[in-house]
Nanobody, 115 residues
């Protein structure tokens, strides 16, 4: 089993930045994929960004250019730097880890962008 704990969410104004962190513990194996999803009220959960342990990144679209994913493999931690935040970025952000056929999720951290 893998446990994921997110931190760094909060309330910010449009145009500001936030950095989310997710620490993984438990049965971590090399070659996994870690990343971030988000879910706004009334909407489906959507992929924000993923990163392999080898450094390959994937940004499907919603945050490309404003969001940057990074990870520290030695600390089993993944980060999401979010810049120029918009009200439409308001959502619960979930940390994600996939190892082989198993997927793990964090509890989520709320990000609210509002003036």
């Amino acid at each position: 089993q893998v446990q994921l704990v997110e931190s760094g969410g909060g309330l910010v104004q449009p145009g500001e930045s936030l950095r989310l962190s997710c620490a993984a513990s438990g049965s971590i194996v090399s070659g996994n994929i870690m990343g971030w999803y988000r879910q706004a009220p009334g909407q489906q959960r959507e992929l924000v960004a993923t990163m392999t342990s080898g450094g390959f990144t994937n940004y499907p679209g919603s945050g490309e250019g404003r969001f940057t994913i990074s990870r520290n493999n030695a600390k089993n931690t993944v980060y999401l730097q979010m810049n120029s935040l918009k009200p439409e970025d308001t959502a619960v952000y979930y940390c994600y880890c996939r190892q082989g056929d198993s997927a793990y999720w964090g509890q989520g951290t709320q990000v609210t962008v509002s003036s």
